[in-house]
Nanobody, 112 residues
Framework: VQLQASGGGLVQAGGSLRLSCAASGSIFSIYSMAWYRQAPGKQRELVAVITGSSTNYADFVKGRFTISRDNAKKTVYLQMNSLKPEDTAVYYC????????WGQGTLVTVSS
C-alpha cells in the first residue's frame, strides 16, 4: 500500500491550499483517513480525521480546514483556508485499515 500526497507549497497568510492523498495497492476496507502535521522542532499532531462521513478537527483548524474523502478514488483531501504562518509544517496523510499507513508528507509554508 502506498499513499501519495500532493498539493503543498508556498502561500501567503490568508490564502488557501488543497492537499490530496491517494492510496494505491491492496486496500479492501478503509476505516479512517486523516491528516497530521509536524512543524520544525515540534511533535507530529493530528489535524483532521474522517471516519465514514464523520469528521473531527483539531481546535486550531476548526472553521478553516475541511477534510473530505472520495472512497471510489481512495483519496482524502484537506481544504485549507485562511492559512496562518503557524500552519507551516509538513503535512502527512494517514490511512487506517487493518494497518496504519503513512504518506511521505507534503510541505506547506505560509508566509506572513
Amino acid at each position: 500500500v502506498q499513499l501519495q500526497a500532493s498539493g503543498g507549497g508556498l502561500v501567503q497568510a490568508g490564502g488557501s491550499l488543497r492537499l490530496s492523498c491517494a492510496a494505491s495497492g491492496s486496500i479492501f476496507s478503509i476505516y479512517s483517513m486523516a491528516w497530521y502535521r509536524q512543524a520544525p522542532g515540534k511533535q507530529r499532531e493530528l489535524v483532521a480525521v474522517i471516519t465514514g462521513s464523520s469528521t473531527n478537527y483539531a481546535d486550531f483548524v476548526k472553521g478553516r480546514f475541511t477534510i473530505s474523502r472520495d472512497n471510489a478514488k481512495k483519496t482524502v483531501y484537506l481544504q485549507m483556508n485562511s492559512l496562518k504562518p503557524e500552519d507551516t509544517a509538513v503535512y502527512y496523510c494517514n490511512v487506517l485499515t487493518d494497518t496504519r499507513y503513512w504518506g511521505q508528507g507534503t510541505l506547506v509554508t505560509v508566509s506572513s
